[in-house]
């Protein structure tokens, strides 16, 4: 039997830094660009690259979108919030 809907969007939060970035953003296209990169990576958690690292910390992961030449770098928690620590734009 089919769901009666789509899996449930993931949660986004900003590390501390990602917030400051996120303030100092003030170009309408630039912001345009990272609202859609910020609706691609909650519905798909797992769509950017892994990054190398250890295992002591999160499994951070890149997304790129060169639409809009943004890049997240981000982490998923286990209870699929996705926590945004770097933006660029």
Same mark, same amino acid.
């Given at each position: ?19 400051? #970035? ?8 630039? +912001?345009?660009?990272?609202?859609? @990169? &910020?609706?691609? /990576?909650? $519905? ?17 992961? #890149? ?8 890049? +997240?770098?981000?982490?998923?928690? @286990? &209870?699929?919030? /996705?926590? $945004? ?5």
């Amino acid at each position: 039997m089919a769901p009666l809907h789509s899996p449930r969007r993931a949660r986004i939060a900003f590390s501390d830094s990602a917030a400051k #970035q996120l303030g100092s953003i003030t170009s309408e296209a630039e +912001l345009h660009a990272l609202d859609r @990169a &910020l609706v691609v /990576v909650p $519905v798909d958690p797992d769509v950017g690259e892994a990054l190398p690292g250890d295992t002591a910390g999160p499994l951070l992961r #890149q997304y790129t979108d060169d639409l809009g030449r943004v890049r +997240l770098l981000y982490w998923v928690t @286990a &209870l699929r919030t /996705v926590v $945004v620590a770097y933006i660029e734009v």
